[in-house]
């Protein structure tokens, strides 16, 4: 076979280069930084190559994940920018679960106030014959409030 070089072929246009930022600046080209390779890249969206294609670094079993893409730049690998998107995804999830369960709480009791007697409502009446009590305890014990010394 007589392979002949082709400028436009992503092969050579991408194997030419031997540094991070040269490979990143190469459209269709991303970087493996272990065997410090720039690789033909021909996927949409770059970072998720490891994915689609096993064997998309030479390294295959150490540097897969490490791929690095425009526009993340030659510090930012795939696996740190999945990291990354799941963390948010999973915090704003979070945050609107909580925010659900803050409205149905709220939904819950004005629902629930429109009602004549709840078990919300018997919470309430214990605090309160629990005051009255002690209440009634503190001012029968009139020595309590003697003074010590004596008039």
Known sequence: ???TYDPEDPFFRCWAKNQCGWCLDEKGCSWCPFTQACVPNPYT???LAPVWDKQICPDSDNERWELRTRPLGCRVS??????T???VQTTLL???LVWLVVLGVGWFRKYHAKQEAGW????RRLKIER?????????SDSREQDPLLGA
């Open 131 to 139: 005051w009255r009590v002690w209440q009634l305890a503190r001012s």
């Open 85 to 87: 998107i799941v963390t």
């Open 45 to 47: 969206v770059q970072f």
């Open 120 to 123: 919300w409502k018997v919470w």
């Open 78 to 83: 795939t696996v740190t920018t999945l990291t």
């Open 94 to 96: 979070a945050v609107l």
């Open 1 to 3: 076979m007589n392979a």
